[in-house]
């Protein structure tokens, strides 16, 4: 089973046979560096999870699942303090979160949440 194989960052590289290596983003912004960075881990986990899946955006009857977060924020915290989450099918190719952020199942979906939690963080909060 997949989720038995992809545990990290290096699994996933490992599954899709390309390098570790991190891109380059030294020359950008210094505040979207971290995020720049874990998106890019993101895709690679989602790539590897999906086993070669690629959503059919023209098959409005195929389901496709992506992760979507309710983030708390307050004064102190602007980019959000709690980090909750839970998952929808998108109906349609309107999608907030990318095609390359979407899952094939609920299941692998939630696994990818759960797992990649920190790196979500990373991603979405500053």
């Known amino acids: 089973m997949i989720k038995e194989k992809i545990k990290t960052f290096e699994d996933a590289c490992k599954a899709l046979q390309i390098s570790e290596a991190l891109p380059e983003v030294s020359a950008l912004p210094e505040k979207h560096q971290k995020a720049l960075i874990a998106h890019y881990k993101l895709i690679t986990i989602t790539e590897a999870l999906n086993e070669g899946w690629q959503p059919n955006?023209?098959?409005l009857d195929e389901y496709k699942y992506q992760p979507w977060f309710e983030i708390d924020a307050s004064t102190e915290k602007p980019s959000g303090f709690g980090?909750?989450?839970?998952?929808y099918v998108v109906w349609s190719a309107a999608t907030s979160c990318g095609s390359r952020l979407c899952f094939k199942s609920r299941e692998l979906c939630l696994y990818a949440i759960e797992q990649f939690k920190q790196i979500y963080i990373d991603?979405?909060?500053?």
């Open 57 to 59: 955006w023209n098959d």
């Open 83 to 87: 980090f909750s989450y839970s998952d």
């Open 123 to 126: 991603y979405y909060l500053m």
